[in-house]
């Protein structure tokens, strides 16, 4: 009887284990995308396959990996951020915006200066303002950090085009654009570059624009350098992978965004209108 007992009670708690957890499914969704993208897909991933049980695959590339990978059908989705035109996607490619990336500045934890304004950032980017003292720094040459293709495009064309005689400092051997330009500021108190809002590290410190950093309430107003967060697929999504893209429209996939210092799409809207 003890053991006729024992085996009843084992499955009751097996049944009731296995309606509070997600059933495992076979489904799995891959994604492509670069250093400035795959961090948010993979926490949105974890967070959807914890929810559904669908595998979220995420693998990094080059600027535009995932654009150029699920068009040639490598991948499910392809993330990016950028402003895409409407004639710079394949006509074949769908393209769901879930949030907005800001840009920011950011410069060596040594360097005293806090605040710029943007027509001195325009001023730097053209070659115009060429010394940290011209900004209330020190004297030194300022040296331009501008690994990340996508982003330096964007800030290209919303600030200003970059001058071709500024003091430019890169990597010796180019890899990750994200981390290597956290890599060279923190180790040289003259340089400065853009990177996106979230991925800088504690040995940089982020430069107002105005007075203004980016958030729910600034971006698209007061503070202008963004990019779209692009999640891209062929064709219409269907299936599990269109149940992610909904997952990231979804409040709780808003907030992992708003975790990761991206601004929730429809907070930007709310706040540019």
């Known amino acids: 009887m003890r053991n006729r007992f024992m085996t009843g009670s084992a499955l009751a708690v097996a049944a009731l284990f296995a309606m509070n957890t997600p059933a495992i499914s076979a489904e799995q969704i891959k994604i492509a995308g670069d250093p400035c993208t795959i961090p948010v897909a993979k926490k949105l991933g974890e967070a959807f396959s914890k929810k559904t049980g669908v595998e979220v695959i995420t693998v990094q590339g ?7 990978e ?3 059908g490598k991948v499910d989705i392809g993330v990016s951020t950028f402003n895409f035109g409407d004639d710079q996607l394949d006509k074949s490619l769908t393209d769901t915006v879930v949030g907005k990336a800001p840009i920011i500045l950011i410069v060596n934890k040594n360097n005293p200066v806090n605040n710029i304004t943007n027509d001195q950032l325009k001023g730097i980017l053209a070659g115009k303002i060429r010394n940290w003292k011209e900004l209330g720094g020190k004297d030194a040459e300022i040296k331009n950090v501008l690994l990340q293709p996508c982003v330096t495009e964007t800030m290209s064309h919303q600030a200003e085009h970059f001058g071709h005689d500024i003091h430019k400092l890169t990597h010796p051997k180019p890899a990750n654009p994200v981390a290597q330009t956290n890599e ?13 809002f979230g991925y800088e590290t504690p040995g940089v410190k982020v430069l107002t624009i105005d007075g203004v950093l980016p958030d729910a309430k600034t971006l698209g107003t007061s503070y202008t350098y963004f990019e779209n967060y692009n999640m891209i697929t062929k064709g219409a999504p269907t299936g599990a992978v269109k149940e992610y893209i909904e997952f990231a429209q979804s409040p709780e996939g808003q907030q992992i965004l708003a975790t990761m210092k991206h601004v929730p799409l429809h907070q930007a809207q709310a706040h540019a209108h």
């Open 62 to 68: 080059k600027c535009r990996t995932g654009v150029s």
């Open 70 to 72: 699920v068009l040639g």
């Open 184 to 196: 060279l500021i923190e180790q040289d108190e003259a340089a400065v570059g853009p990177q996106l």
